[in-house]
């Protein structure tokens, strides 16, 4: 697509799983944590590591989108996700590690792997454009994720759900995030890898939308482009 770059001026990324890859992260952080409860989690039941890790992502997933549906709360992820994981593989929910979300919380956001192509693109639009997070993850933890894989000082500003009250897709955050950057709608671009939080949130609000969809998944929802790889960024802006 051959877009008009000189309209554009302020480029909004989502965080998790467009720019911090935080599936290698998150599963590196579950090794660990099997690696060290070892002992308690196969006297109680026989979950193996990758049953572990499986559990972990199929709770996780369900209770972010409970999230994202103002239907949890924050407090909830974090006190009930490896409680319902356990319970999910036939281990009783007492036997949980009193402070296994609280180790998950040190270790994962600091570790500093980043989807392919991270950097090169950053490097690249960071001379062109004013460069933003617009994240419904938690403040207390995406500044960390940001400073240990070494991208904060690409952003001009970060802005999460929990500074607004608002989470994606509501058109309420993306005007937030609009003004707290000084930017139009027609001068901003959206990018990130949820169709619903990120594409249609930014299609509602007006902005131009850019669907990372690195698996190619099918879909029928309107984006202005969609990419594989985050190096298609430099092409595209």
């Excluded at 919380?105 to 997070?133: G, M, V």
């Excluded at 058109?171 to 249609?200: C, H, P, R, W, Y």
């Excluded at 985050?230 to 092409?235: A, F, G, P």
């Amino acid at each position: 697509m051959n877009l008009k770059r000189n309209t554009f001026k302020h480029l909004f990324f989502d965080l998790d799983h467009t720019l911090w890859d935080f599936e290698r992260c998150s599963e590196e952080t579950l090794e660990e944590l099997y690696d060290i409860h070892r002992v308690d989690l196969l006297s109680k039941g026989s979950a193996s590591k990758d049953h572990f890790i499986a559990a972990f992502r199929k709770i996780n997933a369900e209770l972010w989108s409970h999230y994202n549906e103002s239907r949890i709360t924050k407090e909830t992820i974090r006190d009930r996700r490896f409680p319902m994981m356990f319970e999910l593989l036939n281990i009783p929910a007492a036997v949980c590690p009193a402070n296994l979300g609280k180790e998950y919380l040190e270790r994962c956001p600091k570790k500093p792997y980043l989807i392919p192509d991270t950097i090169e693109a950053l490097e690249h639009l960071q001379n062109k454009y004013y460069l933003h997070i617009l994240t419904n993850g938690f403040a207390d933890v995406q500044s960390t994720k940001m400073r240990y894989s070494n991208i904060f000082h690409y952003f001009n500003s970060v802005v999460t759900s929990e500074c607004t009250g608002h989470k994606k897709p509501s058109k309420e955050i993306f005007e937030f995030a609009m003004k707290q950057a000084g930017a139009a709608a027609d001068q901003s671009a959206m990018i990130g890898d949820n169709l619903n939080t990120d594409i249609v949130g930014a299609n509602n609000a007006g902005m131009f939308s850019v669907y990372y969809n690195p698996d190619a998944v099918e879909h029928n929802e309107y984006v202005g482009a969609e990419i594989i790889s985050l190096k298609e960024l430099i092409e595209l802006f």
